[in-house]
């Protein structure tokens, strides 16, 4: 009988244990649940709603889902809860407004597998903060912002402009060049030199950069990131995984380069800068600056520093050749401010609105960036009314922002006077948003406008553009190629000099 007490006692005890640890558990998850997730399409099992979107175009999917449930809305995309937030209000309260709360860099399986959570984009942390902090201040050092990179930009400008003169006002493409061009700036401050646009090595890096922008962004890519272990198994990362690792030996190889005649009293670039920065650091018991990061630092200023601007005035171009009217009194007002054999300077943009609204209008009607880089909630974050668990991913829809219907006129037209007032003068607009906004908002910022006026000023100031002949400004479609930049179609472009 007392062994049969105690075994019951013994049992007693173990439920009353099971029932605390219980209680406990439901009372976090009460905690962690205090609050609604946000409404969206029901999801079907396994595929969730991958039933309603077109992957394809998702950002417009993601729209038509926005004008149904609003400005916050679950979808989910295979077994994967994503939450979307759009308009121009919720994407600034997100970014700007809670930006501790939206601040981390999700972790989909793609960006782990081709950057290891390492370099400027995807890191998170104190570590994000310190690479972050080291790569604006050495921008800044060559000249971010400044007159020393404005002479850069000019330099590159030249052997554009003799480019699209060699063509003879011949239909060409200007894919390649462009990307070259303006892949060339970045280098100047990433490798201290630029290249030959006949430089096979630059052209195959340059085409990789293009290609992986567009695999990225691909149907197959993003089914990686929703069922990695089923689409690792079909090989659809091989690619994009072969292309990066490319990219990895040549920076590999420019590092060695130039640690092997590393001058601390010479410093011409990036690379020179971090190799510098890991001197200072070499006594450190812990740093950041490893030689990993340094890798993955050069490719993530390499990327996005050439294929989102050159893309910007490919667009640029085209739209040109759409709309005459609008090209002919750009160049009408650099002929008004701007002597015959100077080149643009940034000072000129003060006595240029038309031109800078032009260019301003580009970027926003380009949406060249449409779904952003995900967030994730680095905790269960409270957000107009309901509540996102830590660890959901977070897509700030930048297309929702800069076609918002309460903040433009007319938001799915080309129309440069959205920044301009009555009076021509430039003005802006809150919701201009192709850098994203707040703490993850891109580091080249600065050196793309400058960019982006500058060669696009010095094309204009050159050249006409107009379609191949057979084709009209009718004939012109400005409907984008898919992929994670959305890129023009497929054109040719006549560049006739204006002289």
């Avoid at 630029?194 to 950069?209: A, C």
């Amino acid at each position: 009988m007392t062994v049969l007490t105690y075994f019951l006692t013994r049992i007693d005890l173990l439920l009353y244990f099971t029932c605390i640890v219980l209680f406990f558990y439901w009372i976090n998850r009460s905690k962690k649940s205090n609050g609604k997730m946000p409404p969206g399409p029901k999801p079907l099992p396994i595929i969730g709603n991958l039933n309603v979107v077109d992957l394809k175009n998702l950002h417009e999917s993601l729209m038509e889902l926005h004008e149904k449930y609003g400005d916050i809305f679950t979808v989910h995309f295979g077994p994967k809860v994503w939450v979307v937030i759009a308009g121009y209000r919720a994407v600034k309260d997100a970014l700007v407004n809670q930006a501790d709360d939206f601040g981390e860099r999700a972790n989909a399986p793609l960006f782990k597998l081709l950057s290891n959570e390492k370099g400027i984009v995807f890191s998170n942390g104190e570590h994000w903060k310190a690479i972050r902090r080291f790569t604006l201040s050495t921008l800044r050092d060559f000249g971010m912002g400044k007159k020393t990179i404005e002479a850069r930009i000019q330099d590159e400008l030249i052997p554009l402009i003799e480019n699209f003169k060699s063509h003879n006002e011949k239909p060409f493409d200007t894919d390649l060049i462009m990307n070259c061009a303006v892949s060339n700036v970045i280098c100047s401050i990433i490798f201290g030199e630029r290249f030959e646009y006949n430089d096979s090595t630059f052209k195959k890096l340059v085409h990789i950069i293009n290609e992986n922008a567009k695999l990225s962004g691909s149907p197959k890519l993003m089914l990686y990131n929703f069922f990695p272990r089923i689409s690792s198994f079909l090989g659809t990362q091989k690619q994009i995984v072969k292309n990066f690792d490319d990219l990895k030996e040549f920076v590999l190889k420019r590092i060695k380069q130039q640690r092997q005649v590393f001058d601390t009293n010479a410093i011409s670039g990036y690379i020179d800068a971090y190799l510098l920065k890991q001197e200072q650091e070499s006594t450190k018991a812990e740093t950041y600056f490893d030689d990993e990061d340094m890798v993955f630092s050069v490719l993530d200023l390499f990327s996005a520093g050439t294929e989102t601007t050159a893309t910007t005035l490919r667009w640029g171009i085209l739209l040109m050749m759409k709309y005459p009217e609008i090209q002919k009194k750009i160049q009408e007002e650099i002929r008004t401010h701007i002597k015959q054999g100077q080149m643009p300077t940034v000072d000129d943009r003060r006595n240029m609105p038309y031109t800078e609204a032009v260019v301003h209008e580009i970027q926003r009607f380009a949406n060249i960036i449409p779904l952003n880089v995900p967030h994730t909630t680095p905790n269960d974050v409270y957000f107009r009314g309901y509540c996102i668990p830590k660890g959901t991913d977070v897509i700030p829809l930048l297309t929702s922002v800069l076609y918002d219907k309460t903040q433009w006129e007319t938001p799915c037209e080309f129309n440069p006077n959205h920044f301009l007032d009555a009076n021509g003068k430039f003005v802006k607009r809150d919701a201009f948003m192709p850098f994203s906004a707040g703490r993850r908002a891109c580091v080249g910022e600065s050196l793309a406008k400058m960019e982006l006026f500058l060669f696009f000023t010095g094309l204009l100031q050159t050249f006409t553009f107009y379609p191949p002949p057979g084709v009209s400004r009718e004939d012109i479609s400005l409907k984008s190629d898919a992929g994670f930049i959305l890129r023009p179609l497929p054109h040719l472009v006549c560049a006739k000099p204006n002289y």
